[in-house]
């Protein structure tokens, strides 16, 4: 049975507040679907609130967004977090989810047009005919003129696929099924993800392998200091001449300088990008799409559920599912007073956390820890709810930087 009674917080600098009833402010248009599954006896859910517990978010830039004390989480109804101040959110204890997947099938289908406006002269045609409204006999102008768009088929030619994520291990796999060879590359790959890949995607031993053998190639890889300007003209030195490259992920990781020029040169033949900028959009050969990727009712609803699911387990159980910042930490069935604690990942926290509980004779009956990168955090079930002298001493351990008690 779950507890009825709501949730504490207990975060330092904001101490003891109760709330009946939890705000999630909306920073873009969020599918209904989702914003459902906050229920308006625990909820309110809008775009103008004040004070709000939680945010839903998708691509709108919060860098410059001044947080409510309150703020404990930050959903972003999608995949890229390029657009939410990690760091700063990590300090302040505001948990930062994404729905990794939820938008992946939406993602591989427009990479699958994209290949094909990238082979076919498809948008030059639709334009030329509606050129020819109003003119005598369309259908013979049509056949007269069509060898001008004349392309080159999928079939047979090499893809290679940068990031072997969600969306890149789809990707890979649909390429296979229209008949092209693909070769993947991805330092970082999970077991589950190798294990989704078609058996003949062929593992590239590094960036330069996909780079010298493939006539097409597809970025899927986040926005990362790292990941920036990954192609420039150095790697585009290194393609084969009359290359296509699709980067339906983020702007950033094209050096746009480049691209243009390698156009131009034609050692780049067609440049596919759903990230348009000053510097691309209106540019013979590069095919600029509207940021549409995830844009199908299907996955806005799917990201939405998601995201809204994963808010509604941490803000009112303390789970932790999917979070970019915080480990994922969980206990599934929710029965018993919990205390959840964030700390820094150094070392001797867990004792110092569970000695405080054993001072008072309090029996621990379940425990959840997990650690990511400088933070970790912990979730500790007891036989009776956590008093004020528990929760002070909590607070007091060095290195502990946000409490909540549950139930
Ligand atoms: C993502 O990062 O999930 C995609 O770029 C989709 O972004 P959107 O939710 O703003 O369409």
Redesign the pocket.
């Known amino acids: 049975m779950p507890l009825t009674n709501g949730a504490d917080y207990v975060i330092m600098n904001n101490p003891s507040e109760e709330r009946n009833v939890l705000k999630v402010k909306l920073m ?1 248009k969020i599918a209904k679907v989702g914003t459902d599954v906050l229920s308006p006896n625990r909820y309110e859910v809008g775009t103008d609130l004040q004070g709000e517990d939680a945010i839903m978010v ?2 709108a830039n919060l860098h410059e967004t001044e947080f409510s004390p309150s703020l404990r989480a930050i959903a ?6 390029n657009n939410i101040p990690l760091e700063r959110c990590t300090k302040e204890g505001i948990v930062v989810f ?2 990794p997947g939820a ?1 992946a099938n939406a ?1 591989k289908e427009l990479a699958v047009a994209a290949l094909v406006l990238a082979s076919r002269d498809i948008l030059g045609g639709v334009k030329w005919v509606e050129s020819l409204q109003g003119t005598e006999n369309v259908a013979k102008a049509v056949e007269a003129g069509k060898s001008a768009f004349v392309g080159h088929e999928l079939a047979g030619k090499t893809l290679g696929v940068i990031g072997l994520g969600a969306i890149g291990g789809m990707v890979a796999n649909a390429a296979i099924s229209l008949g092209m060879s693909v070769m993947g590359y991805d330092p970082y790959i999970t077991a589950k993800a190798a294990w989704s890949l078609a058996p003949s995607v062929r593992q590239a031993s590094d960036y330069g392998d996909i780079f010298k053998h493939c006539d097409y190639i597809t970025l899927h890889v986040p926005a990362t200091p790292q990941t920036k300007g990954m192609i420039n003209e150095k790697t585009i030195a290194e393609m084969k001449a009359g290359v296509r490259i699709l980067n339906l ?2 702007a950033d990781l094209v050096d746009a300088t480049a691209i243009k020029s390698a156009l131009e040169s034609g050692k780049v033949a067609c440049y596919v990008t ?1 990230f348009p900028t000053d510097e691309t959009a209106g540019v013979k050969g590069i095919i600029a799409i509207p ?5 199908t009712m299907e996955s ?1 609803d799917h ?1 939405a559920v998601m995201a809204a699911q994963q808010l509604d387990e941490f803000l009112t159980c303390g789970n932790i599912k999917n979070s970019v910042n915080f480990p994922n930490v969980g206990i599934p069935v929710f029965d018993k007073p919990r205390v959840c604690v964030m700390n820094k990942n150094v070392p001797n926290m867990l004792s110092q956390i569970t000695s405080v509980f054993s001072s008072q004779n309090i029996n621990i009956e379940n425990l959840a820890n997990g650690s990511k990168g400088e933070v970790a955090y912990t979730i500790v079930e007891t036989n009776e709810r956590a008093n004020e002298d528990i929760l002070q001493r909590l607070k007091d351990i060095d290195g502990v930087f946000g409490i909540r008690t549950f139930g």
């Open positions: 873009n998708r691509s972003r109804c999608g995949a890229g977090v994404n729905t938008n993602v992920a983020r759903d940021h549409l990727g995830a844009s806005e990201c």
